[in-house]
């Protein structure tokens, strides 16, 4: 029996920061609905501790969710010196703007940049489709 | 033999140096261009659609379903136009005006608030040619044009040998990131990176400030006062200062008092300019069109001949506040570049996409029409990021109406 399913899998918070990426802009153009484009949106760079604590490996597809919204996502390494523990870092798209509050004190101006979540593994889980 | 040069509308740089091979109407090949500006003057091959209820229909049900939309809503949004030239922008805000409607566009959720105040004269500033042959000290905030304007560095900012400096980046120029992340920019700066906490930059600010007039710089995070002072001394010796204010910078501050105030330290010791980091190739030409009409650069409201304006008439607080009961989108995706929590809100209310490409917004539209991809399918002109006015012809022709074309048509209808 695999006792190890009954644990909670182990969650942590992020701030998540959003930003460009030339590729990803490219791949947009070309096609938003394409593979390219959702490979390359649909990531989240984190801190290799913050990996380790979730039992996640390069590459694999974690859970990111907030009261806004529940995204899976493919986790990577930042490559970011120095340790950033708690901070991550996602390309701005679609699936980054489902977990972005509606909460902007009245000035129009959301916090894009600015995302607080959770984040589990996803067990294998495939990468969350974009739509309406 | 004398070239032919065209301007890439892929972003707010406008490069006027791009050469073309281009056979029956579809572009082959495209020179000097950057990544993404290659791929956006190569978008175009499909022909014409025009679809009301997800159902294709002739060109003249589309126009007609779009002006009964226009005409039956009592407090319509128009939106988007950051890929329009100034001719359709002013069209727009004439069919703004005509059907009561909410206008904005993107720059009320970006930059807006930064062109408004140096339309108010409130920064000095300058053009990206100036910066090519002069700028000794350029600062990057929050941006990150390696990924966001590729050719920023190398043809404007960095990298040229421009007419006062012939000596170059390896000499001449000193390129300053500072930002919350070493940033592809931040790693062509090199020891000029300052890294900042999220949401730092006003204290960072502060901090500089006191650094230039000599005082100990503090931050609640501890920043080395050393550096700081290092940096203050920098910028203090900057003969022509460019400071280009990005995404990064403009969502941290809570408003722009600390910028203001930094821009005029500055240029109390040295000679600072400032330029927004527009993403969109023409939403400064919106912003400023819209100024010169309403004295407003976004979110305004048309109403019985007067206008309404304030963050109420954005896109964010209409959708929020459901007070829009009709959209025309031109030229944008707000169900991709919004929040969910937020553009789900458009799906309860009867929306036209102008758009040169399918997206989640055109796809969910009662009416969509592919226009033709502005500067690579049709010419007229823009406002770059600078404020410079660029004139541009269309590469290759198309069957498929220009966004201004279908305003045209839509304000004839009704």
Avoid at chain 1, 70 to 75: D, G
Avoid at chain 2, 113 to 127: G, I, M, P, S, Y
């Amino acid at each position: 029996m695999d006792f190890g399913s009954f644990l909670k899998a182990p969650e942590i918070k992020v701030k998540v920061i959003t930003y460009r990426d030339i590729f990803q802009d490219k791949a947009m153009i070309e096609n938003r609905f394409g593979d390219d484009y959702r490979d390359r949106s649909a990531v989240i760079k984190l801190d290799p501790a913050d990996l380790k604590q979730l039992s996640v490996k390069k590459g694999d597809t974690v859970v990111l969710k907030n009261s806004f919204g529940t995204i899976v996502v493919r986790a990577e390494e930042s490559g970011y010196e120095p340790s950033h523990r708690g901070i991550a870092y996602m390309p701005n798209s679609p699936w980054s703007n489902m977990l972005v509050s509606d909460e902007t004190g009245g000035t129009g101006i959301p916090k894009f940049k600015d995302i607080s979540a959770t984040v589990t593994s996803a067990k294998g889980e495939k990468v969350t489709e974009i739509g309406f | 033999m004398e070239k032919n040069y065209y301007v890439c509308t892929g972003c707010g740089m406008l490069c006027d140096d791009i050469e073309v091979e281009s056979e029956k109407n579809i572009v082959n090949k495209v020179h000097t261009a950057c990544r993404v500006g290659v791929a956006h003057m190569k978008e175009g091959r499909e022909s014409a659609v025009f679809r009301v209820d997800d159902k294709p229909v002739d060109e003249a049900t589309a126009i007609s379903e779009a002006a009964a939309i226009l005409k039956n809503a009592k407090n319509p949004l128009i939106f988007g136009l950051g890929t329009s030239t100034n001719e359709t922008q002013k069209l727009a805000i004439e069919l703004a005006r005509k059907t009561s409607a909410t206008l904005d566009d993107t720059s009320s959720f970006c930059l807006g608030r930064v062109v408004e105040a140096l339309l108010q004269n409130k920064f000095k500033v300058c053009t990206l040619d100036d910066v090519r042959n002069k700028a000794d000290v350029t600062i990057f905030w929050g941006a990150d044009p390696s990924d966001s304007h590729p050719r920023h560095l190398s043809k404007h900012s960095y990298f040229p040998r421009g007419t006062e400096k012939q000596r170059g980046w390896e000499e001449e120029r000193t390129a300053i990131a500072i930002d919350v992340r070493k940033s592809h920019t931040a790693k062509i700066c090199g020891n000029y990176f300052f890294q900042i906490p999220p949401g730092g930059d006003a204290e960072f600010i502060d901090a500089l400030i006191a650094g230039l007039s000599g005082k100990l710089p503090k931050t609640s995070y501890n920043f080395p006062p050393k550096r700081i002072l290092e940096l203050a001394n920098i910028l203090k010796g900057a003969k022509f200062g460019v400071v280009f204010v990005g995404l990064g910078l403009v969502y941290s501050l809570e408003n722009l008092e600390p910028l203001i105030r930094l821009m005029d330290a500055l240029n109390e010791k040295a000679n600072f300019h400032l330029i927004p980091m527009v993403g969109h190739y023409n939403m400064r030409g919106f912003n400023e069109n819209l100024f010169e009409e309403t004295g407003h650069v976004n979110s305004v409201k048309f109403e019985d001949g007067t206008v309404k304006h304030g963050p109420e008439y954005s896109i964010v607080e209409s959708l929020k506040a459901k007070t829009v009961d009709a959209a025309l989108i031109i030229g944008s995706d707000p169900l991709s570049s919004l929040p969910r929590s937020v553009a789900k809100n458009l799906l309860e209310i009867p929306v036209i996409s102008l758009d040169p490409c399918e997206t989640l917004t055109s796809r969910r539209a009662k009416v969509y029409i592919n226009t033709a991809i502005s500067g690579v399918e049709s010419g007229g002109s823009a406002t770059r990021m600078d404020g410079v006015k660029v004139n541009f012809k269309p590469v290759v022709e198309t069957t498929r109406l220009s966004d201004e074309a279908v305003l045209k048509k839509i304000m004839e209808a009704l």
